[in-house]
């Protein structure tokens, strides 16, 4: 038993999407739900103590993000990832996706190509869609279920006379990708040879399984002068995503300039005394906790893969590297994907999230949420090959 992790977790009453959500997503409000990604953990207990005691102090009215709330940030990018980061290039913003939204409004007009590699974050997607500016794809290369960036191609999307930005995922959601210093150097690469802003979001880069090669952010690798605009939060580390708070760093004072612009001129640089406070406590206490987790989930990880591949053989996965999300390969049951949505929905009662909405190289596949208790993937693999035992 783990003393944080196997503790039964309940979320009643807290309208939590995972949760509350799943008569509207899938039609029955009791699937045993491993899709939106956010943990069924408490948040380290250092972060519940902050936000307590800043509950507790009556006063709610407009803050200012402290400089210990810099230093927490600055300090953990150092220790964690030795990756030297200034002051003066953090913007704190509401989200990483509503940063994705004011990249392509800073850097692209409308109708000008974005360059996503799917499958990938939906809201890659969407925020380009969104923001009036085009889906330019370059899918990743599938070779017996590990995946890679199509270099060449991306090299030929880049060079096209309209295409402004890049916006890459590292690690890589859904897939667990974490890229490899050699893969991240070729991106800077092209991105210098041919003009493109790199939209590099690594909300994942603290989850990296201990068994697999480090993450390296991008910002390491990057000159002074490169187009680089990082995006990075606590939330996913240490599961405070209703938080809202995440943060920008951008080396390049133009850039800065032009994403401050946007942010500003929708008077969205106002700070929440809560989420500020989580953010703080979170990278300056969260470290240890970190470290349990992620030796919990590369248990959980692998309890999965081993059950599937023993009780499940169709549905082949890759160990991945990052994140923690399974990319299930389901196309060997030989379903359409309406067909696999009631396989997993209607007959085993679990709750994923369906592939092609990842991009419709993501059909005839699922993508399961390992952040939860063990108890709840044992339940939810049992519920599984039950379903394929009826078959
Ligand atoms: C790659 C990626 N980016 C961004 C987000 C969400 O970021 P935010 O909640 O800060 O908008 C997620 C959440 O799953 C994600 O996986």
């Not at 974005?114 to 990938?120: F, G, L, M």
């Not at 590369?298 to 082949?316: A, M, T, W, Y």
């Not at 949420?369 to 339940?379: D, G, I, K, S, W």
């Amino acid at each position: 038993m783990n003393h944080l992790f196997d503790q039964p977790f309940s979320r009643a009453n807290t309208g939590a999407v995972k949760y509350d959500a799943r008569e509207a997503v899938f039609g029955r409000e009791d699937v045993i739900p491993l899709w939106v990604a956010d943990m069924d953990f408490a948040a380290p207990e250092p972060v519940v103590t902050a936000l307590t005691e800043r509950a507790k102090h009556p006063a709610y009215g407009y803050t200012l993000y402290p400089d210990s709330l810099y230093d927490a940030m600055i300090d953990w990018y150092r220790d964690r990832h030795g990756w030297t980061i200034e002051r003066d290039w953090i913007q704190l913003v509401p989200g990483v996706v509503p940063s994705l939204h004011a990249a392509a409004m800073a850097f692209a007009e409308a109708g000008e190509g974005i360059i996503i590699q799917p499958p990938v974050y939906p809201p890659f997607f969407s925020a380009i869609q969104k923001t009036g500016r085009r889906v330019v794809e370059n899918p990743l290369i599938e070779e017996h279920g590990d995946y890679r960036m199509d270099l060449a191609h991306l090299e030929a999307c880049a060079a096209a006379e309209d295409v402004r930005i890049l916006q890459l995922c590292s690690p890589h959601n859904p897939v667990g990708r974490v890229w490899r210093r050699d893969e991240l150097e070729a991106v800077l690469d092209i991105a210098r040879r041919h003009n493109l802003v790199v939209v590099s979001d690594e909300i994942h880069c603290d989850l990296v399984f201990p068994d697999k090669p480090a993450h390296t952010m991008l910002g390491l690798l990057a000159r002074d002068d490169d187009a680089l605009v990082t995006t990075v939060a606590p939330s996913k580390t240490f599961n405070l995503p209703g938080l809202g708070l995440s943060a920008l760093v951008v080396q390049n004072p133009d850039l800065r300039a032009a994403m401050r612009q946007v942010f500003d001129s929708m008077h969205m640089l106002q700070c929440n005394p809560f989420s500020m406070t989580g953010f703080e406590a979170g990278y300056r206490h969260g470290g240890p906790w970190l470290g349990e987790l992620l030796v919990y989930l590369q248990g959980n990880r692998d309890f999965v893969i081993d059950s599937l591949r023993r009780r499940v053989p169709p549905i082949k996965v890759r160990e991945p590297e990052g994140c923690y999300l399974l990319w299930l390969d389901c196309r060997e049951l030989g379903l359409d994907d309406k067909a696999l949505r009631a396989f997993f929905v209607d007959q085993a009662g679990v709750g994923l999230n369906p592939g092609q909405t990842f991009g419709r190289q993501g059909s005839g596949f699922m993508r399961l949420n390992l952040a939860c208790p063990r108890v709840t993937l044992e339940r939810a693999l049992d519920a599984i090959a039950g379903a394929y035992e009826t078959f």
